[in-house]
């Protein structure tokens, strides 16, 4: 078993295979909070561990721990875009576990949807990726504020790829 260099070393072995029996098996280990970060990821491509956390979790750690077990599901997909100095955070994107999913939320099928995993790894390399981050890092703070507070709520938030649908 090969090993990331990293301080938090995750163990690299073969992803499963995304078939019909995978997808059962997807399902039945699926939390609500594992849905919403499926529906958040397919409305706003990526999100950091630190995002993610904000949206749902009270540690990174208890964060990253649950994507990587997402990601052993083939639920979420993950990339570090070189950063200097230093290194970058995870970035999580929807997987195809994730996509069907969504897809069978929205009785569709997974081809039906405006999402490609070769797009989605795609925005590592990207030059709107340091500001798609950005933006989905305002709209987690807004949510984790949210959480903290029982006076706060964050009502409607409209991520880029729904404005850009509606308004182009």
């Not at 990587?68 to 995870?90: I, K, Q």
């Amino acid at each position: 078993m090969k090993y990331l260099p990293s301080c938090q070393a995750l163990p690299i072995g073969p992803r499963p295979r995304v078939d019909d029996r995978h997808l059962q098996r997807v399902a039945s280990h699926l939390t609500e909070r594992d849905l919403v970060l499926v529906r958040l990821l397919f409305d706003h491509r990526v999100l950091t561990s630190l995002q993610v956390c904000d949206v749902a979790f009270s540690s990174v750690r208890r964060a990253e721990a649950r994507l990587h077990a997402l990601y052993e599901l083939r639920v979420v997909d993950r990339f570090r875009p070189h950063e200097y100095p230093g290194s970058a955070p995870y970035h999580w994107v929807l997987d195809q576990g994730g996509a069907a999913v969504i897809a069978a939320e929205r009785g569709v099928d997974v081809k039906e949807l405006p999402w490609r995993h070769e797009r989605a790894m795609a925005l590592q390399g990207s030059i709107t990726l340091r500001h798609r981050v950005r933006c989905n890092g305002f709209f987690t703070a807004l949510l984790r504020e949210a959480r903290g507070a029982s006076d706060r709520r964050l009502a409607t938030w409209w991520s880029a790829s729904y404005c850009a649908a509606q308004w182009g």
